[in-house]
Every structure is written in structure tokens, then in C-alpha cells.
């Protein structure tokens, strides 16, 4: 606990830095533990994916699943992405698990389609690390004639802070994936101080207004009137709006009087294995 380690630090002189040397020490041995963990788990078929149902606000069906990775660790059991995805983006692993989770969902979708059920498509998230490497395309087209699914029962998922880090090259990226014919979505929406004017000219389907605004709803005013404009925002720009983050039936009710068109949460259905999902 480095807060701590700081403040002993701050009231002992000396030997409290010895202190705070031991706890970076500790913390950096950590880190290279779970990169080597992570290698390993990549290696040997640790990583898992998870699909959470997207339903459409229309017709209450569920259009398509979101593909979202974990990990099960021998001793830890499922870890969350949250505890590794970060280590993996500095480390560089990231682009490693993003390619498999890429081509595990397609290989997901494809086995679906033949079983005849109707999703629509599957979604799967694109690291900013990867996104920004620029050779994303070539990447994706491999996978779709790998596995003979049909581009456009695939949707990338791209944060808005990713596409906005660098806007020449992430409309030029998102053009080149758009012509293959794959969905794009712009991921966690509302938090990455987008260029409206260049928002507009992004070659994309769907924003999916981040949970953080989704949480609020429907009492707190703030969280209500970013809500709403987001929505008349997209609808102005001919795309769909995904609310993420849906728990409680109000908000749901709430998104659907606003004009949303997809909503996604604990509500409708949690991130579960493909073998534990009940589709139609
Ligand atoms: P995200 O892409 O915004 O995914 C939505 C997250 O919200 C998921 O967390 C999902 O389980 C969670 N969620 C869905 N409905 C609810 C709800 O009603 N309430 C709450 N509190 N949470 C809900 P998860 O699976 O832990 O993933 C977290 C983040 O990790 C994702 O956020 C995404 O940024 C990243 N991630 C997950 N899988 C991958 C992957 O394969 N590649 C990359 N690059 N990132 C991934
Ligand atoms: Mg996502
Ligand atoms: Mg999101
Ligand atoms: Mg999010």
C-alpha cells in the first residue's frame, strides 16, 4: 500500500524511504510476475471469453453479444481484465491477447451461425495499443478469411480517447476497416473529449455512452442531460446509441423514452461463457 509507504516515508527520514524503496521494490516484482503470468496463461489456453448479450430497445431482442476476455488463473480463479489488461497494454502483450481474442470470437460467432441462431454480430474491444500500430486491418481481414465469418457480423470496439489520441490516423485506420465491411463502435463514450467536428466525419455505426452517465439515471440531472444529447448527437450523425452499465428496470425505461436504440447491462445479462448463454 504505497499511500502509506509515502507517509511513513514523509515522518521517519531516512529509514522510511528504505521503507518506500522495499514497497517499489515489491510492487515491481509483482508487475514482472503477472507479465510472466500472463505469458504463460497465453500460452497455455488460460484466457477465456466471456459474450454479454446486446439487446435492442425496439424490439427487446437481443441483437448481438459483446466478446470480453478473462482469466483463469489455476490459483486465482476467473480474473477480471481489469487486474491485467493494463499490465498487458505496457508490457506490449496486449496486441497477443487482443489477436486471439479477436479470432476465439469469430471462431464463436461462426459455430452460432451454424447452429443457426440469430445474433447479428459479435463485438470485440481493440486496444489503443494495437489501434495505434495502424496495421490493424490486415490483421482483421486474416481473421475473416481464417475463419470464413462474414465481415460484417463483426463489430470492433475502439475508445473514444484511442480515436482521439491521434485523429488523422484513426480516421484513416477506421476508413480502411470500414471498407473491409466490418461495424465499428466507439467504446466508453463521453469520456475522451472528442472533436465534434471530427466525430462527424468518423466512418462509424455506434457510440456506447460509457456506464458512468448510465449509473445516474434517471435522478441525477447531469448524468440525464448528457444522456439526452449524446443521443440527438448520434441520431444527428446517422449513428445508434448503446447504453452500457444497465441494472435497474427505471433506467432501462428512462434510456427507451430518451430515444436510445441498444442498451447492454447486469439488467438484460452478465458476461457468461459461450456454453452458458441462452440464445435464440
Ligand atoms: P468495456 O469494453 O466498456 O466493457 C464493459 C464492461 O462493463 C465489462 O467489464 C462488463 O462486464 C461491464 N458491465 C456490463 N454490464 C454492467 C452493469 O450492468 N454494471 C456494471 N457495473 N458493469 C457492467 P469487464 O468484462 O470487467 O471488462 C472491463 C474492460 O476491460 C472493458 O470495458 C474493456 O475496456 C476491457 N476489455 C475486456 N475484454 C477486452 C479485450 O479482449 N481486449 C481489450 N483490449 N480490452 C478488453
Ligand atoms: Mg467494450
Ligand atoms: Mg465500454
Ligand atoms: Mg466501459
Same mark, same amino acid.
Given at each position: 500500500?504505497?499511500?502509506?509507504?509515502?507517509?511513513?516515508?514523509?515522518?521517519?527520514?531516512?529509514?522510511?524511504?528504505?521503507?518506500?524503496?522495499?514497497?517499489?521494490?515489491?510492487?515491481?516484482?509483482?508487475?514482472?510476475?503477472?507479465?510472466?503470468?500472463?505469458?504463460?496463461?497465453?500460452?497455455?489456453?488460460?484466457?477465456?471469453?466471456?459474450?454479454?448479450?446486446?439487446?435492442?430497445?425496439?424490439?427487446?431482442?437481443?441483437?448481438?453479444?459483446?466478446?470480453?476476455?478473462?482469466?483463469?488463473?489455476?490459483?486465482?480463479?476467473?480474473?477480471?481484465?481489469?487486474?491485467?489488461?493494463? /499490465?498487458? =497494454?505496457?508490457?506490449? #502483450?496486449?496486441?497477443?491477447?487482443? @489477436?486471439?481474442? *479477436?479470432? &476465439?470470437?469469430? %471462431?464463436?460467432?461462426?459455430?452460432?451461425?451454424?447452429?443457426?441462431?440469430?445474433?447479428?454480430?459479435?463485438?470485440?474491444?481493440?486496444?489503443?495499443?494495437?489501434?495505434?500500430?495502424?496495421?490493424?486491418?490486415?490483421?482483421?481481414?486474416?481473421?475473416?478469411?481464417?475463419?470464413?465469418?462474414?465481415?460484417?457480423?463483426?463489430?470492433?470496439? /475502439?475508445? =473514444?480517447?484511442?480515436? #482521439?489520441?491521434?485523429?488523422?490516423? @484513426?480516421?484513416? *485506420?477506421? &476508413?480502411?476497416? %470500414?471498407?473491409?465491411?466490418?461495424?465499428?463502435?466507439?467504446?466508453?463514450?463521453?469520456?475522451?473529449?472528442?472533436?465534434?467536428?471530427?466525430?462527424?466525419?468518423?466512418?462509424?455505426?455506434?457510440?456506447?455512452?460509457?456506464?458512468?452517465?448510465?449509473?445516474?439515471?434517471?435522478?441525477?440531472?447531469?448524468?440525464?442531460?448528457?444522456?439526452?444529447?449524446?443521443?440527438?448527437?448520434?441520431?444527428?450523425?446517422?449513428?445508434?446509441?448503446?447504453?452500457?452499465?444497465?441494472?435497474?428496470?427505471?433506467?432501462?425505461?428512462?434510456?427507451?423514452?430518451?430515444?436510445?436504440?441498444?442498451?447492454?447491462?447486469?439488467?438484460?445479462?452478465?458476461?457468461?461463457?459461450?456454453?452458458?448463454?441462452?440464445?435464440?
Amino acid at each position: 500500500n504505497v499511500d502509506s509507504a509515502l507517509f511513513k516515508a514523509k515522518s521517519s527520514g531516512r529509514e522510511g524511504f528504505a521503507f518506500y524503496d522495499q514497497e517499489q521494490t515489491e510492487y515491481a516484482r509483482q508487475r514482472v510476475e503477472l507479465i510472466a503470468g500472463l505469458r504463460h496463461a497465453l500460452e497455455n489456453g488460460e484466457l477465456r471469453v466471456h459474450y454479454q448479450p446486446l439487446h435492442c430497445l425496439g424490439d427487446n431482442r437481443m441483437i448481438g453479444v459483446e466478446a470480453l476476455v478473462r482469466w483463469q488463473h489455476p490459483q486465482r480463479g476467473l480474473v477480471p481484465p481489469g487486474e491485467f489488461i493494463p /499490465v498487458a =497494454e505496457d508490457s506490449g #502483450m496486449i496486441s497477443a491477447i487482443d @489477436a486471439w481474442v *479477436l479470432e &476465439e470470437a469469430c %471462431r464463436q460467432m461462426v459455430a452460432w451461425r451454424s447452429a443457426g441462431r440469430s445474433l447479428q454480430f459479435v463485438a470485440v474491444n481493440i486496444s489503443s495499443r494495437l489501434f495505434s500500430r495502424g496495421e490493424l486491418d490486415q490483421r482483421v481481414a486474416q481473421v475473416l478469411t481464417d475463419t470464413g465469418l462474414p465481415a460484417d457480423c463483426l463489430e470492433l470496439e /475502439v475508445t =473514444e480517447s484511442a480515436v #482521439m489520441d491521434d485523429p488523422d490516423q @484513426a480516421q484513416a *485506420l477506421l &476508413e480502411r476497416l %470500414r471498407s473491409l465491411g466490418v461495424r465499428l463502435a466507439i467504446d466508453d463514450f463521453g469520456t475522451g473529449y472528442s472533436s465534434l467536428a471530427r466525430l462527424k466525419r468518423l466512418p462509424v455505426h455506434k457510440l456506447k455512452l460509457d456506464q458512468s452517465f448510465v449509473a445516474g439515471l434517471p435522478h441525477d440531472k447531469d448524468d440525464l442531460a448528457i444522456t439526452h444529447a449524446v443521443i440527438a448527437l448520434a441520431h444527428n450523425m446517422d449513428m445508434k446509441v448503446l447504453a452500457e452499465g444497465v441494472e435497474r428496470s427505471e433506467q432501462l425505461e428512462h434510456l427507451r423514452q430518451l430515444g436510445c436504440d441498444y442498451v447492454q447491462g447486469y439488467l438484460l445479462g452478465r458476461p457468461l461463457a459461450a456454453a452458458d448463454l441462452h440464445l435464440g
